[in-house]
């Protein structure tokens, strides 16, 4: 990124890559040379940069036209039980609130039905635990600290969301 460096602008890199450049995982780029084996430590440019990364100018340009990303109607909705085996989601949950104001998380002792009118209210869904699927994906599912959010459950409900953002293993 040194090359570009002067051009950033508040921080944030807008990439609307192109044909083969769409398999480069641009989160993972570092802004220098790492000096240890220790990847948690190396210096990657998200650490630094916020990517803004779309699939058509068009789409950067429609996104560009929000009014109030806090409003009500763009409120961020999160998904991240408190699960012991799962190394950085509650990291990346407080990560989250800290950059929106209009977040709602959702909490673990909810019931599956308060849980899903809770994700109804989401304009942008971002879920963060451990996911599993069979070889069709028929059975595919968000695992949760007592219970599972299957993927024909999703369906079958009506979740507006805009986006949804799986942050699984």
Known sequence: LKPIESEIINKEIILVPDGILH???????????PTTDLYHTWPFALKKYRFNIQHSARM???????????????????LAPK??????NIEEAKYLIQKFSNVRRIKDNLQ?????????????LHVS???????????????????SVYSYQIAYRSIPSDMVFLSAC
């Open 60 to 78: 950067w340009s429609e996104s560009q036209s929000v009014q109030n990303p806090n409003s009500r109607n763009n409120r961020l909705v999160i």
């Open 23 to 33: 398999q480069i995982s641009f989160a993972s780029l570092l802004d220098s040379m």
């Open 83 to 88: 699960d012991p085996t799962l190394t950085y």
């Open 112 to 124: 599956p039905g308060n849980r899903f009118e809770r994700m109804q209210e989401a304009k942008f």
């Open 129 to 147: 635990a451990h996911a599993y699927s069979n070889a069709n994906a028929d059975r595919a599912y968000i695992k949760l600290l007592n219970d």
